[in-house]
């Protein structure tokens, strides 16, 4: 291989990288919003809260199925991805300003955004 076939190569890679996270944030927002809407008791109050805590679940994720190899679903994962996925949701309020949600909601936030999110097409885990 040429050095320019492996340097359009390198980035096209980059680039289908940077869309996949750019989707993933978009995606985690839709099913976020979606998810505070419905569970009472889960709030968040303005367009910036809800990217910072795209943000911050995704990240949140991503550290999880790094470390641990299990990702945070309510979904696919049983009830260890279950109870992972109401802990990253109740947690993320200690990083977002604008962004609460009580044990409660978080459960029952855990299971709305486990039937929104298989619901919207995306990469399923």
Do not use: C
Not at 35 to 55: D, M
Not at 85 to 101: D, K, N, R, W
């Amino acid at each position: 291989m040429s050095n320019n076939q492996t340097d359009t190569q390198t980035r096209s890679n980059t680039t289908n990288m940077v869309w996949q996270i750019v989707g993933r944030l978009i995606t985690a927002a839709i099913v976020l919003a979606i998810t505070a809407f419905f569970t009472p008791g889960f709030r968040i109050n303005s367009f910036w809260a809800l990217a910072a805590a795209a943000i911050v679940l995704t990240i949140i994720d991503y550290l999880i199925t790094k470390f641990t190899g299990l990702h945070a679903s309510s979904f696919g994962k049983g009830f260890v991805g279950f109870v992972l996925s109401a802990v990253v949701l109740y947690v993320t309020q200690y990083f977002v300003a604008g962004y609460t949600v009580s044990w409660v909601a978080a459960i029952i936030g855990a299971i709305v955004y486990g039937v929104v999110d298989y619901f919207i097409p995306g990469e399923q885990q």
